[in-house]
């Protein structure tokens, strides 16, 4: 059963199916970003009247949060990829969708900013420079966090440790349908309220993760729970265990707004730093006898 799930998984993910996913998505990027531009004109110019999201229609700037929204479902497909490698790698893949959303963000609230006014006296202007701020933040933590990671190191699996890789591996496959039937129904979701008025309309900046990153929880707690009949240390257990409090703290940023939010995503990415520091700092006194 194992060798199966291990086989359909290098089949899923061979670097075939990879360089293929990786060749649409920059297609529908590209595609993605012209046709935004070519909406932003005419709304601009009176040809089509779009009211349901004037934000990302008011200027070229905005065009840039399409191709953006389509790398960040290739920075998805990847965390699903690198799942059954280790919890460290997969929190590096978290942290990098949630400072490219953060991103995004920027791209579509560029056009609220207002000049005309003292500067802080706009709470558009003072929310760009918290999230520009946080992009600086979070990006240096995320340098930090790697940095501490190191590469990571080359084990000879045993029997124990291959069937726990091939346990983790068949939960990536169960998350690629999940996550393509999510990011499905978020898109009619949102599609069926803000354009065609049936329902409130959701926020579109996090559109389809906060499902995604609710979902991302529930697998690590299982992972953890699954590695418990694999590994005995503390110092492990205890990190993986910090790494789920961390996407809590990236997930509850969803929720807030202003400079909560920000605050709450480099809260994430610092708890998850410090364990991981600790942890090392735990493993290198281990050795040391």
Do not use: C
């Not at 290098?10 to 199916?17: A, G, I, L, P, W």
């Not at 949060?65 to 290739?74: A, D, E, G, K, R």
């Not at 490219?100 to 420079?129: A, G, H, T, W, Y």
């Not at 389809?208 to 009949?229: A, E, G, N, Q």
């Amino acid at each position: 059963m194992l060798k199966r799930v291990d086989h359909i998984f290098d089949t899923v993910f061979s670097d075939k199916s990879q360089k293929s996913f990786e060749k649409y998505i920059l297609l529908l990027a590209t595609g993605g970003f012209i046709v935004h531009l070519i909406l932003i004109y005419l709304n601009k110019y009176g040809y089509i009247n779009f009211d349901f999201n004037n934000t990302l229609l008011l200027d070229p700037i905005s065009a840039l949060y399409t191709p953006f929204s389509f790398i960040l479902v290739y920075e998805a497909y990847l965390l699903i990829f690198y799942l059954p490698n280790s919890f460290t790698v997969t929190v590096v893949k978290e942290y990098e969708i949630i400072s490219l959303i953060l991103i995004r963000k920027i791209f579509k609230d560029f056009p609220l900013v207002n000049l005309d006014v003292p500067f802080f006296s706009d709470e558009n202007n003072v929310q760009l420079l918290y999230d520009l701020s946080g992009i600086l933040v979070v990006f240096f933590l995320i340098f930090l966090f790697k940095t501490t990671a190191g590469r990571p190191k080359t084990v000879k699996p045993d029997a124990r440790l291959k069937k726990f890789i091939s346990q983790k591996k068949f939960i990536s496959l169960l998350l690629v349908p999940t996550l393509l039937t999510l990011a499905a129904w978020s898109f009619y979701s949102w599609f069926n309220a803000a354009v065609l008025g049936n329902g409130a309309s959701q926020d579109i900046n996090y559109l389809f993760f906060v499902d995604f990153f609710t979902i991302l929880i529930l697998v690590d707690v299982f992972i953890l729970l699954i590695s418990f009949r694999y590994t005995e240390r503390y110092s492990q257990l205890i990190r993986n265990t910090g790494f789920i409090i961390s996407t809590i703290l990236l997930r509850l940023s969803f929720a807030a707004t202003g400079l909560v939010s920000v605050v709450l995503i480099a809260s994430g990415v610092l708890f998850g730093l410090i364990i991981l520091a600790i942890f090392k700092k735990m493993e290198k006194f281990k050795y040391l006898g």
